[in-house]
Every structure is written in structure tokens, then in C-alpha cells.
């Protein structure tokens, strides 16, 4: 059974770093791209960047470019998104994505179930 | 980036209702379309792929058509299960954006 676990709530303060997780299991984590989506409270979803975990080729909305880090460990079948400097407009929802193909069509066939992150002084 | 846009943004039905969802394209994308449902406090669901596929394990009553610039996404009778808000997402480029939703109400 393919699934996406994501790591906890975290509340922190504004110019904190953070970095979230997301464990795959149940098919070859090396063979699918992973996506990380946005989605800000009472809003709707904003793809953020993707990665290829079998060579780390990573791709970036623009929108979020120099704002995140993403990246993967694979022996551990995990991919984490990051931050540096944690801002105010960062809560969010975070959701992992696996990104299935189908001659040549991409899309998001399982997803993790969310990670809050909460950013106040 | 390729810009969708869904229309309506809400729309109230009733239970058996049929119901159709659009989504339009900045630029063609041919079959390139995804949709996706989702509920309060749950992560996405994938309903459709590639415009037309019905992802395994979801009900016949969603269909997708549509080609280009122009999608619509069709339950042909409303269940009590399917009021919740749903996304077009095109994959044509790798940017992968969303439409900014359509809230299906009671």
C-alpha cells in the first residue's frame, strides 16, 4: 500500500528555520517524483517545487524559488521541505505528493496527509 | 505560467443533481488536466488524469472531457459524499498549477 506520512504540526516564530518531512513506503521511492502543494488557510492549492528522488533533480515554482529548500534522503525514503527564515505568510497547510506518469501525463495519484505549520511571535 | 481559471467558484445542488464544473486554460494544453476533490481538513483526492482517465477505486458518476483550453468535469448524479471543493491542474508545463477551485454546496 502506497502511502505518505508527513510530520507533525510545528508552531514557530518568525526568522526560525524549519524543516518538514515526508516518509514514503510501500513502492520504489527512487522511480517517482515527489511534490510538495501549499495551501495557505481558507485558500486554495499552489504547487511549490518537485523532486526527482533517484538523482535529486529538483524543480521550483518561481513563486517559491529562494524561499524553500527541498530535498530527499534515500535511504530513508524521505523528502523534507525547508526554510531558512521562517515569515508570518508561511502558515500554511503543507502537503507531499507522488507524482504518478501515464504516457507522458503527470499527476498527483497519492498525497500526505498535511503538515500545519503555524508562524506568530 | 499557465494560468487556469474554474468557474464557477461555488455552486449550490442538491442531492442528485447532475453538476458541471469548468476549467479553462491561459494556453492549449491539450490533454494535460487533472482533477481533484477535496474535503475539509483531508488532503486532495485525484479523481481524474489526463483529462478523461478515471483514476482507479472512483465512482463512474465523475467523468472529464475536454481538450485544449477548455475541460469540464461532470457528476452525473450527486451523492451526499461529493459536496467538497475541486481543482483543475494542468501538467502540460512543469509547473503544475492549480485552478483556484470550485466549492460545491448543499
Known amino acids: 500500500e502506497v502511502q505518505l506520512v508527513q510530520s507533525g504540526a510545528e508552531v514557530n516564530k518568525p526568522g526560525e528555520s524549519l524543516k518538514i518531512s515526508c516518509k514514503a513506503s510501500?513502492?520504489?521511492?527512487?522511480?517517482?517524483?515527489i511534490a510538495w502543494v501549499r495551501q495557505m488557510p481558507g485558500k486554495g492549492l499552489e504547487w511549490m517545487g518537485i523532486i526527482y528522488p533517484g538523482d535529486s533533480d529538483t524543480r521550483y515554482s518561481p513563486s517559491f524559488q529562494g524561499q524553500v529548500t527541498i530535498s530527499v534522503d534515500k535511504s530513508i525514503s524521505t523528502a523534507y521541505l525547508q526554510w531558512t527564515t521562517l515569515k508570518a505568510s508561511d502558515t500554511a497547510v503543507y502537503y507531499c505528493a507522488r507524482v504518478a506518469t501515464w504516457i507522458h501525463q503527470y499527476f498527483f495519484d497519492f498525497w500526505g496527509q498535511g503538515t500545519l505549520i503555524t508562524v506568530s511571535s | 505560467d499557465i494560468q487556469m481559471t474554474q468557474s464557477p467558484s461555488s455552486l449550490s445542488a442538491s442531492v442528485g443533481d447532475r453538476v458541471t464544473i469548468t476549467c479553462r486554460a491561459g494556453?492549449?494544453?491539450?490533454?494535460?488536466l487533472n482533477w481533484y476533490q477535496q474535503k475539509p481538513g483531508k488532503a486532495p483526492k485525484l479523481l481524474i488524469y489526463a483529462a478523461s482517465s478515471l483514476q482507479s477505486g472512483v465512482p463512474s458518476r465523475f467523468s472529464g472531457s475536454g481538450s485544449g483550453t477548455d475541460f469540464t468535469l461532470t457528476i452525473s448524479s450527486l451523492q451526499p459524499e461529493d459536496f467538497a471543493t475541486y481543482y483543475c491542474?494542468?501538467?502540460?508545463?512543469?509547473?503544475?498549477?492549480f485552478g483556484q477551485g470550485t466549492k460545491l454546496e448543499i
Open positions: 494556453q492549449s494544453i491539450s490533454s494535460y
Open positions: 491542474q494542468q501538467s502540460y508545463s512543469t509547473l503544475y498549477t
Open positions: 510501500g513502492y520504489s521511492f527512487t522511480n517517482y517524483w
